[in-house]
Structure formats: C-alpha cells, structure tokens
C-alpha cells in the first residue's frame, strides 16, 4: 500500500484548498485514514479522520466548521477540504492509513502507511 498525496501550495488567507491522498495498491487492507499537520517546529497535529469502509469522519474541535474529509470510493482517495484558511494552517499536511478496523471516530490507531507530506503555506 502506498499513499500520494497532493494538491498543496501557497494560497492567501481565507481562501481554499483541498488535500487528495490517493491509495495505490492493496486498498482492500485500509480500514481508516487519517490526516495530519506539522508546522515548523511544532509536534504533529491531528485533524481528522475517515472510516474508509463506512465513509464516517471526524474532525477535532480545532479545524471543525473549516475542515472537511471526505472520499471517492471509485479513485481510492480522501479528501481534506481546508476552507477559510488562516496563516497558523501552514504546515506539512499528511495522511495516513490504517490496517485495523475501527468501530467508532476518533479512534487510537497505530497508522500502518504514510504518505509524503504536502505543504501548505498560507499568506496573510
């Protein structure tokens, strides 16, 4: 299982972006997705997660009402849509998957797969 993500870049504050985390392999083996930031010297930070089976999501208070995961079953691939982004989103974003199945978000997973990072910078 390989993960590509995609799709960040410089984008002013207020305005949009969406992440993409494509799957390439044996996707039958990923039961949840989640996503992820670091900022510059700062701890990872989780923002969310998705239920690769049931489509369900959570997203912490932090980003919630301005983030929003989301998937394409036929194209293997999540979606993290940033709306409203302000100068503190910037960071590496990244996604991971999960091989264990889960019953309920948020859920305590040892991420078995990574994808690469992609950057979001966010201008004032």
């Known amino acids: 299982v390989q993960l590509q993500a995609s799709g960040g870049g410089l984008v002013q504050a207020g305005h949009s972006v969406r992440l993409s985390c494509e799957v390439v392999?044996?996707?039958?083996?990923?039961?949840?997705m989640g996503w992820f930031r670091q900022a510059p010297g700062e701890e990872r930070e989780f923002v969310g997660q998705?239920?690769?089976?049931?489509?369900?999501?959570y997203l912490p208070a932090s980003v919630k009402g301005r983030f929003t995961i989301s998937r394409d079953n036929a194209k293997n691939t999540a979606f993290l849509q940033m709306n409203g982004l302000k100068p503190e989103d910037t960071a590496v974003y990244l996604c991971?998957?999960?091989?264990?199945?889960?019953?309920?978000?948020?859920?305590?997973?040892?991420?078995?797969?990574w994808g690469q990072g992609t950057l979001v910078t966010v201008s004032s």
């Open positions: 392999g044996q996707t039958f083996r990923v039961s949840v």
């Open positions: 991971a998957a999960g091989e264990t199945a889960v019953t309920g978000l948020p859920a305590r997973v040892n991420y078995d797969y």
């Open positions: 998705i239920n690769w089976r049931s489509s369900d999501t």
